[in-house]
């Protein structure tokens, strides 16, 4: 497990993330102390502060992503749970310290959900749809109790689970045409699963709550109606709303202290329904699946995450809602730095474009170009431009104060642009695109004028970087050549060729080298003069490595790929000196900024992280 290999070694310091693991169902938590937010992101379970700047703190101790996430009813654990090839682990954190107390091990491939007991004397853990299995767990000791199957045999494993909040050793899963009660027996330790009568109405269960005092149990399902049953009775008393079912199914509900529900669909409405007459009180609309609710205090206001990893700050008293954060959702494909400036920074990702502020992490600015995708984005050397290559061949560009297209190239690449760089003398830029094809433009008032066309590359263009003096350029591509450009002249200096797809290259500061990664998961050192491989060294032991950055100082590289690792190298030695362990996807893009003071990356998830540059 690389994952796990990587903890042993020295680790970069995480300072910050750009994101939320949406797709966690109720993986959005508000701790009991009313101050912090705890949720999933990549293979870490992010604690942020509720008020203020926001700040975080990281829980890392997971091989692979985090799948679920549970917090005590007083606050002082954490539970949450992981995918994995083979076994998959429970970590049981102290809040407080925000240190792991037991790592628990039973269930295979993942860990579906988690659920603690009133008085955090147990944990009960339900295994995926390849384990199907339920295991309760004895929080002090971190021992099993037992493991058994969830199913009864005519239903489906079970997905959902939900303690009781009055006794120890009663709770309730659902799945499948599956909705049972688990009764333990205080003096053996075992239990035994009662199915509740549900008089013949047969649902796929999605998500459990239960009353304060253990009186009715709701749960919410596919059909997009939810099922009313008493906890002693274990007897189906009522389904409703017979009317205005929730579209796309209930993907998650949570109930107040006066007996109210906040629902939440997969079409992203966020109702408070009154289950006495299932009449709706309020309801709003959000972006994407509701994946978590969570009640801050009371219910006096509540935070809604989705599946599209947005976070919604909602009041109860009139339903308005404020944008917490609004991360990418979609895979991230660019990042570029500002030119010389270390606190501003673009990245691309789906249709949208953000501006963020690097040392808070905050969102400056947001531009969508609806049902495109933006494939590249830079800044022109004064940094009054933005320029972004897109998937229908066209280059924009963008005013980076206000967002406002200033113009747009069309047909400036067939099959999408990959690649757009600036030249320094900010006249002009270089686009490299789908069609292997590099074009050299000036910049105009009102667009850009063709100048150049350099056409010896036979497959896509993966990245391309100007020379300082904008008179040479070098280009990677997925044909296995990298090729050295006179851009005077506009035609070929040198062609380096390798058993590899080149996913990037890159001049070492003083131009005399290249370094190059690809599918063969080596970085490769080049002469730049006549295009001479000095040596190789395999940086990764599994995947491709999808990106590279070399310091402004040339002493030290950073590279990225499928293995989901950020490794930090020394130039010379080619010594891998600090590995950054978290990201959930392949990382598609990596960046030292140019005072050398933080590290950005971002992966196939979505997620962009901010770590501490070691001097």
Sequence with gaps: NLSALATTMAQLELQSTIGFGGKVVSGLVVHPDREHLIFPLGSSVVVEGIAGKKKQTYLQGHAGNVTCVAVSKSGRFVASGEESAFQATIILWDFQQRKPVHK????????GAIAFSPTEKYLVSLGGPDDGTLTVWDVKTGKPLFNKATSNGRGGVATCVAYANQSDYQFVVGGQNTLRVWDINPATGKAAPQDVTTRGVQREVTCITISDNDRAVYAGTMSGDIMQFDLQQRLLQQVGPDRGKFPKGVSVIQIMKNGELVVGSGAGVVALLKPADWRTVRKMGVEGKVTSISLRGDGHEFFVGTEKCSIHRVSHADFQQELRSACPFDQVNDIAFAHGSSDIFASCAGSDITIWHTPTSKSLLQISVPNHTCRSVTFNATGTLLLSGWDDGSVRCFLPESGALKWEQYDASRGGVNVVVATNCGQRFVTGGADSQIRMWSICQKGAELQGLLSEHAGEIT????????????????????????LLKFS?????????????????????????????????????????????????????????????????FVVGGEDKLLKLFSYRECDRRFTGVGHAGDIIMCKICPNMKYIVSAGADGSIFRWTYPQ
């Excluded at 350029?473 to 090729?483: E, H, P, Q, R």
Aim: aromatic share 6%; with cysteine.
């Design 463 to 486: 990245s391309i970087m100007l020379s300082k003096n904008d008179e040479e350029a070098v280009s990677s591509s997925l044909d296995g050549s990298c090729i050295v450009w006179d």
């Design 492 to 556: 070929r200096k040198q062609i380096i060729m390798a058993n590899s797809l080149f996913m990037s290259v890159k001049y070492r500061p003083d131009e005399a080298q290249l370094l190059t990664v690809g599918t063969d998961r080596k970085v490769a050192y080049w002469e730049s003069y006549d295009g001479t491989l000095i040596r190789e060294v395999e940086v990764a032991r599994a995947g491709a490595v999808k990106c590279l950055d070399i310091s402004a100082d040339g002493t030290q």
């Design 104 to 111: 628990l091990t039973l269930h295979k491939a993942a860990v």
